[in-house]
């Protein structure tokens, strides 16, 4: 029995081809063998399925499948708490919770939730966020992309690609604290 009971069960790797528009990765996949015939292995040893593009989607395609679940278990509450931080920061900026004159305690009950709320949704945004970049640093390595095939990757916002987005915003969640303590002019990284 699993110490682990997940709410969703695991998208199967047919649906998540159908999902993301990839029917092409549904056949003709097969092992590869090298110039002196031997089964082809990826950098990291498994098998090598189908050519480098193939390869690199067949594997993001069943790393997605597998983390699928823990992003949505993440995503939700960190929903929640983001709703939670916008009421409680509404009332006091209208001024329709407790004030501190006359009630104290009540007041700093209201802003510990705030911090709470914060503390969640921004640990759980960043978690996913590292998630999410540790697939697309996976894809990035099996493609053998650069970094300025990385950068000019469309879709783009504002100029960065997703791939940089969610490297920037995974490198802020892990850094979060030596960054905000930094006295000397921030680097473009920060």
Known sequence: MSLLRLKMPLTTYEQALRRFGLG???????????????IAV???????????????????VERWRQSESAINELFGPMVCAVKQFDQLTGAREKN??????????????????????????????GSISVVINNLLQRLKCDLNSSNE?????????????????????????????????SKKTLSSQQ
């Open 96 to 125: 329709s919770g407790p004030s501190l004159l006359q009630n104290p305690r009540a007041y700093h009950e209201i802003t510990d939730a705030i911090l709470e709320a914060q503390l969640i949704s921004s640990t759980l945004a």
């Open 42 to 60: 990826t950098r990291d040893g498994d098998f090598q399925l189908g050519n480098t593009q193939q390869n690199a989607l067949f594997r993001m």
């Open 149 to 181: 095939d990385w950068h000019a990757a469309t879709p783009t916002i504002a100029t960065f690609s997703v791939g940089e987005i969610f490297s920037a915003a995974a490198a802020n969640f892990r850094h979060y604290d030596e960054w905000a303590t």
């Open 24 to 38: 092409s990765l549904a056949n003709g996949i097969d092992l590869q063998l090298t110039k002196s015939g031997d």
